[in-house]
Protein backbone atom coordinates (compact mmCIF):
# COMPACT_ATOMS: atom_id res chain seq x y z
CA UNK A 1 0.00 0.00 0.00
CA UNK A 2 0.96 3.61 -1.04
CA UNK A 3 1.40 5.88 2.11
CA UNK A 4 -1.68 7.81 0.70
CA UNK A 5 -3.59 4.57 0.66
CA UNK A 6 -2.58 3.81 4.54
CA UNK A 7 -4.01 7.34 5.41
CA UNK A 8 -7.45 6.76 3.46
CA UNK A 9 -7.86 3.66 5.71
CA UNK A 10 -7.46 5.52 8.51
CA UNK A 11 -10.49 8.60 7.50
CA UNK A 12 -13.94 7.80 8.05
CA UNK A 13 -16.18 10.73 6.60
CA UNK A 14 -19.73 11.26 6.84
CA UNK A 15 -21.88 10.00 4.06
CA UNK A 16 -23.32 13.88 4.10
CA UNK A 17 -19.98 15.33 3.13
CA UNK A 18 -19.33 13.30 0.08
CA UNK A 19 -21.05 11.49 -2.36
CA UNK A 20 -20.54 7.68 -4.04
CA UNK A 21 -18.20 9.07 -7.21
CA UNK A 22 -15.82 11.01 -4.72
CA UNK A 23 -15.20 8.06 -1.96
CA UNK A 24 -14.16 6.30 -4.96
CA UNK A 25 -11.89 8.57 -5.86
CA UNK A 26 -10.53 8.70 -2.58
CA UNK A 27 -10.76 5.26 -1.37
CA UNK A 28 -12.81 6.02 1.83
CA UNK A 29 -11.46 3.33 4.63
CA UNK A 30 -15.31 4.51 6.48
CA UNK A 31 -18.38 6.17 5.72
CA UNK A 32 -20.76 6.84 8.39
CA UNK A 33 -24.30 8.02 8.52
CA UNK A 34 -24.83 10.28 11.90
CA UNK A 35 -27.95 11.16 13.77
CA UNK A 36 -30.75 11.16 10.96
CA UNK A 37 -28.26 11.06 7.98
CA UNK A 38 -30.38 9.13 6.06
CA UNK A 39 -30.99 8.41 2.29
CA UNK A 40 -33.53 11.12 1.17
CA UNK A 41 -35.90 8.54 1.14
CA UNK A 42 -36.08 6.99 4.27
CA UNK A 43 -36.75 3.25 3.27
CA UNK A 44 -34.85 0.36 3.83
CA UNK A 45 -34.66 -0.30 -0.23
CA UNK A 46 -33.03 3.22 -0.73
CA UNK A 47 -30.74 2.32 2.65
CA UNK A 48 -29.65 -0.54 0.88
CA UNK A 49 -28.40 0.82 -2.53
CA UNK A 50 -26.94 3.70 -0.56
CA UNK A 51 -24.85 1.53 1.09
CA UNK A 52 -24.05 -0.63 -1.78
CA UNK A 53 -23.09 2.41 -4.10
CA UNK A 54 -20.25 3.29 -2.19
CA UNK A 55 -19.20 0.09 -1.25
CA UNK A 56 -18.80 -0.71 -5.00
CA UNK A 57 -17.20 3.03 -5.55
CA UNK A 58 -14.72 1.46 -3.27
CA UNK A 59 -14.18 -1.89 -4.60
CA UNK A 60 -13.38 -0.13 -8.31
CA UNK A 61 -10.39 1.61 -6.59
CA UNK A 62 -6.73 -0.49 -7.11
CA UNK A 63 -6.55 -2.08 -4.36
CA UNK A 64 -10.24 -2.93 -4.00
CA UNK A 65 -10.51 -2.66 0.06
CA UNK A 66 -14.15 -2.78 1.06
CA UNK A 67 -15.37 -0.27 2.90
CA UNK A 68 -16.78 -0.69 6.33
CA UNK A 69 -20.08 1.21 6.96
CA UNK A 70 -21.29 2.57 10.22
CA UNK A 71 -24.52 3.79 11.83
CA UNK A 72 -25.90 4.89 15.18
CA UNK A 73 -28.11 1.54 16.02
CA UNK A 74 -28.29 2.40 19.31
CA UNK A 75 -31.33 1.09 20.39
CA UNK A 76 -32.39 -0.87 17.29
CA UNK A 77 -31.99 0.20 13.46
CA UNK A 78 -33.06 3.43 14.99
CA UNK A 79 -32.30 6.08 11.80
CA UNK A 80 -34.48 3.56 9.54
CA UNK A 81 -38.13 4.26 9.49
CA UNK A 82 -40.20 1.73 10.04
CA UNK A 83 -37.49 0.16 11.92
CA UNK A 84 -38.38 -1.96 15.32
CA UNK A 85 -37.21 0.74 17.99
CA UNK A 86 -36.33 -1.35 21.12
CA UNK A 87 -36.24 0.52 24.63
CA UNK A 88 -33.40 2.59 25.42
CA UNK A 89 -30.73 1.28 27.19
CA UNK A 90 -31.80 2.29 30.51
CA UNK A 91 -34.34 0.09 30.11
CA UNK A 92 -32.75 -2.67 29.06
CA UNK A 93 -30.46 -2.15 32.48
CA UNK A 94 -33.84 -2.17 34.54
CA UNK A 95 -34.32 -5.58 33.01
CA UNK A 96 -31.39 -7.07 34.55
CA UNK A 97 -31.85 -10.12 31.49
CA UNK A 98 -28.72 -10.54 29.47
CA UNK A 99 -30.16 -13.24 27.58
CA UNK A 100 -32.97 -10.59 26.32
CA UNK A 101 -30.32 -7.77 25.76
CA UNK A 102 -28.43 -10.37 23.24
CA UNK A 103 -31.68 -10.95 21.80
CA UNK A 104 -32.54 -7.70 21.46
CA UNK A 105 -28.83 -6.72 20.22
CA UNK A 106 -28.94 -9.62 17.30
CA UNK A 107 -32.37 -8.37 15.79
CA UNK A 108 -31.28 -5.01 15.45
CA UNK A 109 -27.79 -6.48 13.46
CA UNK A 110 -30.46 -8.65 11.23
CA UNK A 111 -32.57 -5.08 10.63
CA UNK A 112 -28.69 -3.80 10.31
CA UNK A 113 -27.61 -6.37 7.25
CA UNK A 114 -30.97 -5.81 5.65
CA UNK A 115 -29.90 -2.03 4.51
CA UNK A 116 -26.80 -2.79 4.16
CA UNK A 117 -24.79 -1.85 6.87
CA UNK A 118 -22.67 -4.12 9.64
CA UNK A 119 -21.17 -1.94 11.49
CA UNK A 120 -23.44 -0.57 14.87
CA UNK A 121 -21.82 1.94 16.83
CA UNK A 122 -23.06 0.64 20.36
CA UNK A 123 -23.11 -0.40 22.72
CA UNK A 124 -22.60 2.25 25.23
CA UNK A 125 -21.05 0.63 28.26
CA UNK A 126 -21.33 4.07 30.12
CA UNK A 127 -21.65 4.18 33.82
CA UNK A 128 -23.83 7.32 34.46
CA UNK A 129 -22.92 8.69 37.70
CA UNK A 130 -25.07 12.07 37.44
CA UNK A 131 -28.68 11.60 35.95
CA UNK A 132 -28.87 14.98 34.91
CA UNK A 133 -26.51 13.94 32.22
CA UNK A 134 -28.54 14.47 28.79
CA UNK A 135 -27.48 10.63 28.09
CA UNK A 136 -28.17 8.64 30.92
CA UNK A 137 -30.95 6.89 28.65
CA UNK A 138 -27.99 5.55 26.87
CA UNK A 139 -26.20 3.68 30.31
CA UNK A 140 -27.92 0.21 31.27
CA UNK A 141 -27.52 1.34 34.85
CA UNK A 142 -25.24 3.22 37.09
CA UNK A 143 -23.90 -0.09 38.89
CA UNK A 144 -20.57 -1.41 36.64
CA UNK A 145 -21.27 -4.84 37.05
CA UNK A 146 -24.69 -4.75 35.28
CA UNK A 147 -23.55 -2.32 32.86
CA UNK A 148 -20.80 -4.99 31.91
CA UNK A 149 -22.75 -7.99 32.19
CA UNK A 150 -25.42 -6.10 29.98
CA UNK A 151 -22.80 -4.42 27.64
CA UNK A 152 -21.47 -7.71 27.25
CA UNK A 153 -24.70 -9.14 26.31
CA UNK A 154 -25.30 -6.55 23.25
CA UNK A 155 -21.97 -7.47 22.00
CA UNK A 156 -22.67 -11.20 21.79
CA UNK A 157 -26.00 -10.25 20.16
CA UNK A 158 -24.56 -8.07 17.05
CA UNK A 159 -21.45 -10.33 16.75
CA UNK A 160 -22.90 -13.44 16.75
CA UNK A 161 -20.58 -16.62 16.79
CA UNK A 162 -18.20 -15.54 14.00
CA UNK A 163 -18.52 -11.68 12.78
CA UNK A 164 -18.38 -13.20 9.09
CA UNK A 165 -21.54 -15.15 9.85
CA UNK A 166 -24.67 -13.50 7.72
CA UNK A 167 -26.56 -11.26 9.94
CA UNK A 168 -23.63 -9.98 12.14
CA UNK A 169 -22.55 -6.39 12.96
CA UNK A 170 -19.40 -4.98 14.48
CA UNK A 171 -19.91 -3.63 17.56
CA UNK A 172 -18.33 -0.73 19.29
CA UNK A 173 -17.77 -0.26 22.83
CA UNK A 174 -17.81 3.24 23.92
CA UNK A 175 -17.26 5.82 24.86
CA UNK A 176 -14.00 5.20 26.01
CA UNK A 177 -13.93 6.24 29.03
CA UNK A 178 -15.37 8.06 31.55
CA UNK A 179 -17.85 9.46 29.86
CA UNK A 180 -20.35 8.81 32.58
CA UNK A 181 -18.48 10.81 35.34
CA UNK A 182 -18.07 14.25 34.25
CA UNK A 183 -18.63 16.78 36.95
CA UNK A 184 -21.89 18.80 36.90
CA UNK A 185 -20.52 22.44 35.18
CA UNK A 186 -17.42 21.44 33.94
CA UNK A 187 -18.08 21.18 30.28
CA UNK A 188 -17.33 23.61 28.01
CA UNK A 189 -19.16 22.28 25.08
CA UNK A 190 -22.49 23.65 23.42
CA UNK A 191 -25.37 22.31 20.81
CA UNK A 192 -28.11 23.82 19.03
CA UNK A 193 -29.79 24.83 22.21
CA UNK A 194 -26.79 26.25 24.07
CA UNK A 195 -24.33 25.83 26.73
CA UNK A 196 -23.94 21.49 27.99
CA UNK A 197 -23.92 21.30 31.47
CA UNK A 198 -22.45 17.68 31.92
CA UNK A 199 -21.82 16.13 28.42
CA UNK A 200 -18.08 16.04 27.14
CA UNK A 201 -17.04 17.25 30.48
CA UNK A 202 -14.28 16.60 32.97
CA UNK A 203 -13.78 13.52 35.24
CA UNK A 204 -12.57 14.77 38.49
CA UNK A 205 -11.45 11.85 40.03
CA UNK A 206 -7.87 9.91 40.57
CA UNK A 207 -7.24 7.45 38.26
CA UNK A 208 -7.60 4.40 40.43
CA UNK A 209 -11.44 5.92 40.68
CA UNK A 210 -11.48 6.45 36.86
CA UNK A 211 -10.61 2.69 36.31
CA UNK A 212 -12.86 1.18 38.98
CA UNK A 213 -15.68 2.96 37.88
CA UNK A 214 -15.76 2.39 34.17
CA UNK A 215 -13.21 -0.15 33.06
CA UNK A 216 -14.22 -3.17 33.69
CA UNK A 217 -17.24 -2.64 30.91
CA UNK A 218 -14.72 -2.64 28.41
CA UNK A 219 -12.83 -5.43 30.00
CA UNK A 220 -16.14 -7.47 29.48
CA UNK A 221 -16.07 -6.16 25.76
CA UNK A 222 -12.95 -7.19 24.86
CA UNK A 223 -13.03 -10.41 26.39
CA UNK A 224 -16.71 -11.37 24.38
CA UNK A 225 -14.68 -10.46 21.65
CA UNK A 226 -15.75 -6.53 20.65
CA UNK A 227 -13.29 -5.53 17.68
CA UNK A 228 -13.75 -2.22 18.07
CA UNK A 229 -13.69 1.15 20.71
CA UNK A 230 -15.01 4.29 20.45
CA UNK A 231 -13.27 6.81 22.58
CA UNK A 232 -14.76 9.75 24.81
CA UNK A 233 -15.79 13.92 23.94
CA UNK A 234 -15.23 13.69 27.89
CA UNK A 235 -11.39 14.82 29.55
CA UNK A 236 -9.93 13.73 32.64
CA UNK A 237 -7.80 15.65 35.12
CA UNK A 238 -4.60 15.13 32.71
CA UNK A 239 -6.87 16.32 29.51
CA UNK A 240 -9.19 15.13 26.54
CA UNK A 241 -8.98 11.00 26.41
CA UNK A 242 -8.79 11.46 22.72
CA UNK A 243 -5.33 12.64 22.92
CA UNK A 244 -4.35 10.53 25.94
CA UNK A 245 -2.17 8.00 25.42
CA UNK A 246 -1.97 6.38 28.79
CA UNK A 247 -5.41 5.62 28.44
CA UNK A 248 -5.61 4.79 25.05
CA UNK A 249 -2.76 2.49 24.54
CA UNK A 250 -1.33 1.71 27.62
CA UNK A 251 -5.02 1.12 29.41
CA UNK A 252 -6.70 -0.40 26.48
CA UNK A 253 -4.76 -2.12 23.84
CA UNK A 254 -2.18 -2.94 26.62
CA UNK A 255 -3.36 -3.78 29.99
CA UNK A 256 -6.91 -4.90 28.34
CA UNK A 257 -4.86 -6.68 25.64
CA UNK A 258 -7.71 -5.31 23.00
CA UNK A 259 -6.47 -6.05 19.49
CA UNK A 260 -8.67 -4.64 17.55
CA UNK A 261 -9.36 -0.84 16.34
CA UNK A 262 -10.25 2.65 17.94
CA UNK A 263 -11.99 5.06 16.67
CA UNK A 264 -12.24 8.80 17.67
CA UNK A 265 -15.97 10.15 18.19
CA UNK A 266 -17.49 12.78 15.45
CA UNK A 267 -14.59 15.77 15.12
CA UNK A 268 -13.51 14.50 18.65
CA UNK A 269 -9.83 14.88 18.33
CA UNK A 270 -10.44 18.67 16.88
CA UNK A 271 -11.01 18.96 20.63
CA UNK A 272 -7.98 18.00 21.78
CA UNK A 273 -5.60 21.06 20.51
CA UNK A 274 -8.34 23.71 19.50
CA UNK A 275 -7.60 25.81 17.00
CA UNK A 276 -4.86 23.88 15.49
CA UNK A 277 -4.97 21.81 11.90
CA UNK A 278 -2.04 19.30 12.52
CA UNK A 279 -1.19 19.09 16.37
CA UNK A 280 -4.29 17.16 17.48
CA UNK A 281 -4.22 15.30 14.30
CA UNK A 282 -0.19 13.98 15.57
CA UNK A 283 -0.97 13.81 19.26
CA UNK A 284 -4.53 11.55 18.79
CA UNK A 285 -2.94 9.37 16.75
CA UNK A 286 -0.08 9.14 18.19
CA UNK A 287 -2.32 7.99 21.59
CA UNK A 288 -3.44 5.42 19.59
CA UNK A 289 -6.51 6.26 17.58
CA UNK A 290 -6.36 4.54 14.38
CA UNK A 291 -9.46 5.95 12.47
CA UNK A 292 -10.46 9.17 13.14
CA UNK A 293 -14.05 10.22 12.13
CA UNK A 294 -13.09 13.14 10.35
CA UNK A 295 -16.37 13.75 9.87
CA UNK A 296 -16.30 16.33 6.78
CA UNK A 297 -13.24 17.93 5.79
CA UNK A 298 -11.23 14.40 4.79
CA UNK A 299 -8.79 16.26 2.40
CA UNK A 300 -7.63 18.65 4.72
CA UNK A 301 -7.64 15.56 7.36
CA UNK A 302 -5.45 13.35 4.58
CA UNK A 303 -3.28 15.97 3.64
CA UNK A 304 -2.54 16.53 7.24
CA UNK A 305 -1.75 13.62 8.04
CA UNK A 306 0.33 12.80 4.53
CA UNK A 307 2.58 15.98 5.71
CA UNK A 308 2.66 14.77 9.31
CA UNK A 309 3.91 11.21 8.55
CA UNK A 310 6.50 12.69 5.70
CA UNK A 311 7.63 15.00 8.90
CA UNK A 312 8.32 12.13 10.91
CA UNK A 313 6.25 13.82 13.39
CA UNK A 314 3.83 10.29 13.56
CA UNK A 315 5.52 7.74 13.33
CA UNK A 316 5.32 4.81 10.26
CA UNK A 317 4.58 2.32 12.58
CA UNK A 318 1.83 3.88 14.37
CA UNK A 319 0.19 4.35 10.80
CA UNK A 320 1.12 0.69 9.47
CA UNK A 321 -0.20 -0.82 13.45
CA UNK A 322 -3.40 1.48 12.58
CA UNK A 323 -4.00 0.16 9.11
CA UNK A 324 -3.21 -3.74 10.06
CA UNK A 325 -5.98 -3.09 13.08
CA UNK A 326 -8.40 -1.52 10.62
CA UNK A 327 -7.61 -4.08 7.90
CA UNK A 328 -7.79 -6.97 10.55
CA UNK A 329 -11.06 -6.57 11.31
CA UNK A 330 -12.28 -6.01 7.97
CA UNK A 331 -11.13 -9.28 7.30
CA UNK A 332 -12.54 -10.57 10.04
CA UNK A 333 -15.79 -9.85 8.70
CA UNK A 334 -15.79 -11.39 5.85
CA UNK A 335 -15.70 -8.20 3.59
CA UNK A 336 -13.39 -9.03 1.24
CA UNK A 337 -15.05 -11.99 0.19
CA UNK A 338 -18.52 -10.87 0.87
CA UNK A 339 -18.60 -6.83 0.69
CA UNK A 340 -22.36 -6.46 0.96
CA UNK A 341 -24.93 -8.29 2.81
CA UNK A 342 -27.33 -10.05 0.60
CA UNK A 343 -29.74 -8.21 -1.01
CA UNK A 344 -33.37 -8.50 -0.92
CA UNK A 345 -34.30 -8.70 3.17
CA UNK A 346 -35.83 -5.23 2.93
CA UNK A 347 -38.93 -6.78 4.51
CA UNK A 348 -37.09 -8.16 7.64
CA UNK A 349 -37.25 -4.27 9.03
CA UNK A 350 -39.78 -3.78 11.62
CA UNK A 351 -40.24 -7.66 11.08
CA UNK A 352 -43.51 -9.18 13.71
CA UNK A 353 -40.51 -11.15 15.24
CA UNK A 354 -38.39 -8.34 16.20
CA UNK A 355 -41.33 -6.02 17.20
CA UNK A 356 -42.31 -9.40 19.28
CA UNK A 357 -39.08 -9.28 21.33
CA UNK A 358 -39.11 -5.44 22.04
CA UNK A 359 -42.98 -5.68 23.19
CA UNK A 360 -40.83 -8.45 25.61
CA UNK A 361 -38.45 -6.15 26.71
CA UNK A 362 -40.86 -2.85 27.49
CA UNK A 363 -42.82 -5.29 29.41
CA UNK A 364 -39.86 -6.27 31.33
CA UNK A 365 -38.19 -3.13 31.86
CA UNK A 366 -41.14 -1.40 33.08
CA UNK A 367 -41.09 -0.23 37.16
CA UNK A 368 -43.47 -0.31 39.37
CA UNK A 369 -42.35 2.01 42.04
CA UNK A 370 -45.55 2.52 43.67
CA UNK A 371 -49.29 0.83 43.70
CA UNK A 372 -52.04 0.76 46.46
CA UNK A 373 -54.88 -1.91 47.33
CA UNK A 374 -57.54 -2.56 43.63
CA UNK A 375 -55.33 -0.17 41.05
CA UNK A 376 -53.42 -2.43 39.50
CA UNK A 377 -53.70 -4.35 37.15
CA UNK A 378 -56.35 -2.95 35.47
CA UNK A 379 -59.50 -5.12 34.45
CA UNK A 380 -59.83 -5.34 30.28
CA UNK A 381 -63.50 -5.15 31.24
CA UNK A 382 -65.74 -3.80 33.41
CA UNK A 383 -64.01 -0.86 33.97
CA UNK A 384 -64.13 2.74 33.05
CA UNK A 385 -60.53 4.00 32.14
CA UNK A 386 -59.96 7.84 31.39
CA UNK A 387 -56.13 8.61 29.44
CA UNK A 388 -54.47 11.48 29.32
CA UNK A 389 -50.97 13.11 28.35
CA UNK A 390 -49.56 13.87 24.74
CA UNK A 391 -46.97 11.52 25.57
CA UNK A 392 -49.80 8.37 25.47
CA UNK A 393 -50.59 8.67 22.50
CA UNK A 394 -46.75 9.75 20.57
CA UNK A 395 -44.07 7.68 19.06
CA UNK A 396 -41.48 9.91 19.12
CA UNK A 397 -42.05 10.62 22.32
CA UNK A 398 -41.93 7.22 23.51
CA UNK A 399 -38.97 6.63 21.72
CA UNK A 400 -36.87 9.32 23.03
CA UNK A 401 -33.77 10.47 20.95
CA UNK A 402 -31.45 8.83 18.72
CA UNK A 403 -35.10 7.76 16.56
CA UNK A 404 -35.14 8.79 13.01
CA UNK A 405 -33.12 12.29 14.04
CA UNK A 406 -30.67 12.84 16.22
CA UNK A 407 -32.34 14.81 18.75
CA UNK A 408 -35.69 12.57 18.03
CA UNK A 409 -38.93 14.54 17.96
CA UNK A 410 -42.53 14.09 18.77
CA UNK A 411 -45.45 13.09 16.67
CA UNK A 412 -45.28 9.96 15.09
CA UNK A 413 -41.92 10.22 13.20
CA UNK A 414 -42.28 6.17 12.67
CA UNK A 415 -44.56 3.15 12.60
CA UNK A 416 -45.76 1.77 16.21
CA UNK A 417 -47.94 1.14 18.64
CA UNK A 418 -48.69 3.77 21.37
CA UNK A 419 -49.93 2.82 24.86
CA UNK A 420 -53.51 4.68 23.28
CA UNK A 421 -53.37 2.54 21.15
CA UNK A 422 -52.26 -0.72 22.86
CA UNK A 423 -54.90 0.10 25.87
CA UNK A 424 -57.99 0.98 23.48
CA UNK A 425 -56.98 -2.96 21.59
CA UNK A 426 -57.77 -4.55 24.66
CA UNK A 427 -60.35 -2.14 26.60
CA UNK A 428 -62.41 -0.81 23.43
CA UNK A 429 -65.32 1.31 24.65
CA UNK A 430 -64.28 1.53 28.18
CA UNK A 431 -61.05 3.31 27.38
CA UNK A 432 -61.81 7.45 26.66
CA UNK A 433 -58.41 9.09 25.55
CA UNK A 434 -57.62 13.22 25.75
CA UNK A 435 -54.40 14.59 25.47
CA UNK A 436 -55.02 17.61 28.17
CA UNK A 437 -57.63 15.85 30.38
CA UNK A 438 -60.77 17.82 28.77
CA UNK A 439 -63.04 15.31 29.58
CA UNK A 440 -66.80 16.27 29.90
CA UNK A 441 -68.28 17.77 33.02
CA UNK A 442 -69.87 15.09 35.25
CA UNK A 443 -67.23 12.56 33.87
CA UNK A 444 -66.88 9.79 36.26
CA UNK A 445 -64.29 7.01 35.66
CA UNK A 446 -62.95 3.84 38.08
CA UNK A 447 -59.25 4.44 36.77
CA UNK A 448 -57.58 7.57 35.15
CA UNK A 449 -54.07 7.11 34.16
CA UNK A 450 -51.61 9.91 33.47
CA UNK A 451 -48.69 9.62 31.24
CA UNK A 452 -46.10 12.43 32.16
CA UNK A 453 -42.79 12.00 29.78
CA UNK A 454 -39.57 14.01 29.28
CA UNK A 455 -39.48 15.49 24.96
CA UNK A 456 -36.97 14.23 23.58
CA UNK A 457 -33.93 14.90 23.26
CA UNK A 458 -30.10 13.70 22.83
CA UNK A 459 -26.29 14.56 24.20
CA UNK A 460 -25.85 17.15 25.64
CA UNK A 461 -29.04 18.70 24.96
CA UNK A 462 -30.36 16.87 27.27
CA UNK A 463 -28.43 17.96 30.23
CA UNK A 464 -30.68 18.90 33.09
CA UNK A 465 -30.40 21.09 36.29
CA UNK A 466 -33.95 20.60 37.56
CA UNK A 467 -34.76 17.17 36.48
CA UNK A 468 -38.28 18.24 36.30
CA UNK A 469 -41.07 16.59 34.22
CA UNK A 470 -43.08 19.25 32.13
CA UNK A 471 -45.52 21.64 33.83
CA UNK A 472 -48.18 21.14 31.29
CA UNK A 473 -48.30 17.41 32.20
CA UNK A 474 -47.78 17.47 35.64
CA UNK A 475 -51.06 19.75 35.70
CA UNK A 476 -52.89 16.65 34.33
CA UNK A 477 -53.26 15.47 37.88
CA UNK A 478 -55.25 17.80 39.04
CA UNK A 479 -57.45 18.03 36.22
CA UNK A 480 -57.82 14.40 35.81
CA UNK A 481 -57.86 13.65 40.20
CA UNK A 482 -61.70 14.22 40.79
CA UNK A 483 -62.76 12.40 37.69
CA UNK A 484 -61.63 8.81 39.35
CA UNK A 485 -61.73 6.32 41.40
CA UNK A 486 -58.14 5.65 41.29
CA UNK A 487 -55.19 7.41 39.58
CA UNK A 488 -52.15 5.67 37.97
CA UNK A 489 -49.29 8.00 36.60
CA UNK A 490 -46.89 6.91 33.94
CA UNK A 491 -43.46 7.99 33.71
CA UNK A 492 -41.97 8.26 30.20
CA UNK A 493 -38.48 9.24 30.52
CA UNK A 494 -34.64 8.76 30.21
CA UNK A 495 -34.03 8.88 33.11
CA UNK A 496 -34.92 8.90 37.00
CA UNK A 497 -37.16 12.01 37.50
CA UNK A 498 -38.06 14.32 40.57
CA UNK A 499 -41.76 13.03 40.58
CA UNK A 500 -43.30 16.24 42.90
CA UNK A 501 -47.03 15.59 42.97
CA UNK A 502 -47.06 12.28 40.78
CA UNK A 503 -45.81 10.80 43.61
CA UNK A 504 -49.53 11.13 44.97
CA UNK A 505 -50.70 9.34 42.49
CA UNK A 506 -52.38 5.82 43.48
CA UNK A 507 -49.94 3.99 41.44
CA UNK A 508 -46.48 4.90 39.41
CA UNK A 509 -45.04 3.14 36.66
CA UNK A 510 -41.81 4.05 35.34
CA UNK A 511 -41.59 2.90 31.73
CA UNK A 512 -37.85 4.74 30.23
CA UNK A 513 -38.65 5.24 26.75
CA UNK A 514 -39.95 1.57 25.36
CA UNK A 515 -39.46 2.41 21.55
CA UNK A 516 -42.08 2.00 19.35
CA UNK A 517 -43.65 -1.50 20.73
CA UNK A 518 -45.75 -0.08 23.74
CA UNK A 519 -47.93 -3.13 23.50
CA UNK A 520 -45.70 -4.43 26.37
CA UNK A 521 -46.21 -1.46 28.56
CA UNK A 522 -50.09 -2.23 28.38
CA UNK A 523 -49.58 -6.11 29.22
CA UNK A 524 -48.19 -5.03 32.84
CA UNK A 525 -50.71 -2.44 33.56
CA UNK A 526 -53.70 -5.01 32.58
CA UNK A 527 -51.80 -7.77 34.44
CA UNK A 528 -50.92 -9.77 31.16
CA UNK A 529 -47.65 -10.62 32.34
CA UNK A 530 -45.75 -9.39 35.56
CA UNK A 531 -43.79 -6.26 36.11
CA UNK A 532 -40.44 -7.32 36.84
CA UNK A 533 -38.30 -4.24 35.90
CA UNK A 534 -36.10 -3.00 38.72
CA UNK A 535 -34.51 0.50 38.91
CA UNK A 536 -31.13 0.34 37.50
Keep these: MTNTEKNVQTTQICKNATDHA ?85 ATALEMNATGIRWDFGPVVAVPQDIRWGRTYEGYSENTDLVSKIGAACVRGLQGSSLSADNTSAATAKHFIGDGGTAFGTSTASGPTGPYLLDQGVDQM ?41 LITDILKGQLVFTGF ?71 MGLFEKPMPAAGKESEVGSASDRAIARQAVAESAVLLKTSPNVLPIAASGKKVLLAGQGADDIGIQSGGWTITWQGSAGQITSGTTLQGALNAKLGDNLTYDRNAAFPAGTKADIGIVVVAE ?63 ATGLADVLLGDKPFLGTTP
Design 22 to 106: ISGAYARGSILSGGGGCPSLNTPQAWYDMVNAYQQAALGTRLGIPIIYGIDAVHGNNNVAGATIFPQNIGMGATNHPALEQQVCA
Design 206 to 246: DEATLLKLFLPPYQAAVTNGVRIVMTSYSSTTAGKVHGDKH
Design 262 to 332: VISDWGGIDQVVPGSCSAPVAQSIHAGIDMVMVPTDYVRFITTMKSLVQAGTIKQDRIDDAVTRILGVKFE
Design 455 to 517: RPYAEGVGDSSTLALPNEDVALLAKMRPLVNKLVVVVISGRPMVLGDVASADAVVEAWLPGTE
